[in-house]
């Protein structure tokens, strides 16, 4: 019998080609094949499982800012999902040894058993300013002995990320109660309409003190309603929002009862648009742990976790007068968040859960928490 391989005889040439034609090469590291998406960056150093794992991120080949990635292994509570959600992932420097006490395992060993293409050993930095300065374009990694107009032939099939619907594809088939308690439930229902929902999401709002149910991402109305909720949460998810046009009419049929809404990140745009409010692809979005966000409502800062190629249109939010905008993003003043004038709705393009990031806006839950109990 052989010996298992070691992790440098699993390294493998790799290329990367982007669909502008820009080449870049690197190794191949661990599961072998070839990956398409969308090729976008994350500013993140750590939460590198939690990003990995996020529905959000679903159909996008992902690039690591921070120089070492894998340093302190993987952890199976950490995940945010089911599976590994990226196409694929690239990376300086990936860690082969790592050091954390309740660690399962090595970041290398977890990306081949989750089916994960990755390239390693990549001028990251010099890809980063590219996206920075032509925008997030499609891509493809591979390995494989293919050559390289087989691989920009195949490349310019994959299908731009705006004017795509991916919820069917991280949502939800069933609905179901998120971890029921032994013994009562709490009398307070919210139902999450589950776009790509991440788990936090859900505990946060179970230890809240709500029974949650997270409802599939083509529920009608009557479905959700079927549940009696006290509140409703529109979640995180991936694609294009003006995509989901029948997603749209649902939340409109929803708002119209005067229920709490909240919505997180695609929630967010989707209860945008069904207020009359359009979306649009930014350049080359937000992904991270650390863009700075002002609360226009009491002028605080927060610190915030972000992932997201779309932005509401804030023109089209100032033209409303039952509409406020009550966030902002600093780096560039796209709009993090508005509300409902009289009506109990609210939405943010940022992750308050964080999973990974900082903690600044978790107030928010409590923010929806105090409402429900408010019109109820």
């Known amino acids: 019998m ?6 440098h005889e699993l390294i493998r040439n790799g290329r990367l080609i982007l669909s502008d034609g820009t080449y870049f090469t690197g190794r191949s590291v661990g599961f072998a094949g070839t990956a398409f998406g969308e090729l976008c960056f994350n500013t993140g150093m750590t939460g590198y499982q939690e990003v990995f794992t996020d529905p959000s991120y679903l159909g996008q080949i992902m690039v690591m800012t921070a120089a070492h990635i894998g340093n302190y292994g993987v952890r199976s509570s950490d ?3 089911g599976r590994v959600q990226i196409s694929g992932l690239i990376v300086r420097n990936l860690a082969h040894t790592w050091s954390r006490k309740k660690g399962d395992g090595g970041l290398s060993d977890y990306l081949i058993s989750k089916r994960c293409v990755t390239m390693a050993d990549v001028d990251t930095r010099a890809l980063v300013q590219h996206i920075r300065s032509r925008g997030s374009m499609n891509a493809v990694i591979s390995d494989e002995t293919l050559s390289n107009e087989e691989l920009i032939r195949q490349l310019n099939e994959v299908p731009s990320m705006e004017g795509l619907d991916l919820s069917k594809r991280a949502g939800t088939g069933e609905p179901y109660v998120f971890e029921p308690d032994s013994g009562d439930l709490p009398s307070k229902t919210v139902v999450v309409v589950d776009y790509g929902t991440k788990t936090n999401i859900l505990r946060l709002l179970k230890s809240a003190g ?3 149910v997270v ?3 083509n529920s009608s109305s009557a479905d959700i309603f079927s549940h009696q909720p006290d509140g409703i949460l529109l979640s995180n ?5 003006a995509a989901m046009k029948g997603q749209t009419e649902v939340i409109r049929e929803l708002i119209q009862r005067d229920l709490p809404v909240m919505g997180i990140c695609l929630g967010h745009q989707l209860l945008a648009r069904a207020l009359g409010v359009g979306t649009f ?6 992904r991270g742990i650390n863009h700075p966000v002002q609360n226009l409502l009491n002028g605080r800062s927060e610190i915030t976790s972000q992932n997201h190629g779309f932005g509401v249109d ?9 509409l406020q905008i009550t966030h902002i993003n600093l780096n560039d003043k796209t709009v993090e968040g508005f509300r409902h004038r009289t009506k109990p709705l609210f939405s943010v393009q940022h992750h308050p859960e964080a999973c990974p990031g900082p903690q600044d806006s978790r ?8 409402i429900v109990g408010r019109v109820q």
Request: proline share 16%; glycine share 10%.
């Open 281 to 286: 692809k930014m350049h080359h979005g937000h």
């Open 2 to 7: 052989n010996p298992a391989p070691t992790h």
């Open 79 to 81: 995940q945010e999902s």
């Open 210 to 212: 709500f029974k949650v």
């Open 237 to 241: 998810g991936p694609g294009d929002p």
């Open 314 to 322: 804030p023109v089209g939010l100032k033209d409303n007068p039952d």
């Open 363 to 370: 107030y928010l839950f409590d923010e929806f928490a105090r």
């Open 215 to 217: 409802a599939p991402f």
